[in-house]
């Protein structure tokens, strides 16, 4: 499975972008759909997951603000982000595969990312 992200950009504070992942193949059976981040020296995280049956994942910094869905028929992941936060500022990453009743989530295919920048 291939995954390309797309939607990154320079946004001010309080403000949203959507994150699309377009996935190569067809995403209907895969488990488990999530997107990561990562910060300059910080460890990469999971904020936001997505069973193949609907469920979903939020991590506590994301929480009320962000809201992943998968759209099956274009194979397509998303993540709506809104009321960005200066800390939100990281390299974001969609992944697929493994299990979604695990954590850590481990996922088996890996997009290269799109970076997301929130200016004060």
């Known amino acids: 499975v291939q995954l390309v992200e797309s939607g990154g950009g320079l946004v001010q504070a309080g403000g949203s972008l959507r994150l699309s992942c377009a996935a190569s193949?067809?995403?209907?059976?895969?488990?488990?759909m999530g997107w990561h981040r990562q910060a300059p020296g910080r460890e990469r995280e999971l904020i936001a997951a997505?069973?193949?049956?609907?469920?979903?994942y939020y991590a506590a910094s994301v929480k009320g603000r962000f809201t992943i869905s998968r759209d099956n028929a274009k194979n397509t992941l998303y993540l709506q982000m809104n009321s960005l936060k200066p800390e939100d500022t990281a390299m974001y990453y969609c992944?697929?595969?493994?299990?979604?009743?695990?954590?850590?989530?481990?996922?088996?295919?890996w997009g290269h990312g799109t970076q997301v920048t929130v200016s004060s």
């Open positions: 997505m069973s193949s049956g609907g469920n979903t």
């Open positions: 992944a697929a595969g493994g299990d979604f009743t695990t954590r850590p989530l481990r996922n088996d295919y």
């Open positions: 193949t067809s995403i209907f059976s895969i488990n488990a």
